[in-house]
């Protein structure tokens, strides 16, 4: 299958410092990337869907200031954690989808934890 | 909308033993897929099996094989011949046909491959 390139795999980052985290489709093109948080041995949420070139849609509950997505291109997101908080630590995983292809590709996941 | 539902949070098999995991979903869609993904320790997303809801027959993949029952929206997951790397958590997915289509998944089940 296609391949979802995330880094960094694990970040500990200061309160009230931002993180940024990248998804990289590299060998075909995401026109849509899902950002998903995961909480130790739950199930995976979403937090929002970007499609290239267009403001992300977040899901309900998900505050669009603190986490910023962007995707610029079809082969790059990011999720940026803006002023981050130790309530923020989680582990967040990306999934691309291509155009034609109903099935979504993951990346590694980040394990943030914020001190 | 749509909903998944794995109502078992952990189940146990022996190794070389096989083991079947439940799903159950509901929806008013006609053309959809439906998966089950692994997440081992490492919290890798993996495919291990994908099911296009026009198809009647079962989808298998060498040890790996769906239980797929439209009428009943039941699709349950058979690993034959367990193995100790089988340990993981399972999540069965929902996704309608389409792009920009997102994934409904269950809250996933935890499966211990004892030795």
């Known amino acids: 299958g296609a391949v979802v390139s995330q880094h960094p795999s694990r970040v500990i980052c200061k309160s009230g410092t931002s993180v940024k985290i990248e998804c990289r489709s590299l060998?075909?093109?995401?026109?849509?990337m899902f950002w998903y948080r995961q909480f130790p041995k739950k199930s995976l949420m979403l937090m929002a869907t970007?499609?290239?070139?267009?403001?992300?849609?977040?899901e309900q509950g998900v505050e669009k200031d603190k986490f910023l997505i962007n995707h610029a291109s079809l082969t790059l997101s990011t999720l940026t954690v803006t002023s981050a908080h130790p309530e923020d630590s989680s582990f967040y995983i990306c999934?691309?989808?291509?155009?034609?292809?109903?099935?979504?590709?993951f990346g590694q996941g980040t394990r943030l934890t914020v001190v | 909308a749509q909903t998944v539902t794995q109502s078992q949070p952990e189940m146990s098999v022996q190794e070389a033993e096989t083991v079947t995991l439940s799903c159950t979903y509901d929806?008013?869609?006609?053309?959809?897929?439906l998966f089950w993904y692994k997440q081992p320790p490492s919290r890798q997303m993996i495919l291990v099996i994908r099911?296009?809801?026009?198809?009647?027959q079962n989808a298998t993949e060498n040890r790996f094989s769906v239980n797929f029952q439209k009428a009943a929206k039941s699709f349950s997951l058979k690993i034959s011949d367990s193995q100790l790397g089988d340990t993981a958590m399972y999540f069965c997915?929902?996704?309608?046909?389409?792009?920009?289509?997102?994934?409904?998944f269950g809250k996933g089940i935890t499966l211990s491959v004892r030795p």
């Open positions: 999934s691309g989808q291509g155009e034609v292809n109903t099935e979504a590709f």
């Open positions: 060998d075909f093109q995401a026109t849509t």
């Open positions: 970007s499609n290239e070139g267009s403001k992300a849609t977040y």
């Open positions: 929806t008013s869609e006609n053309n959809y897929y």
């Open positions: 099911q296009e809801a026009y198809k009647q």
């Open positions: 997915a929902f996704v309608r046909t389409g792009a920009n289509s997102k994934l409904t």
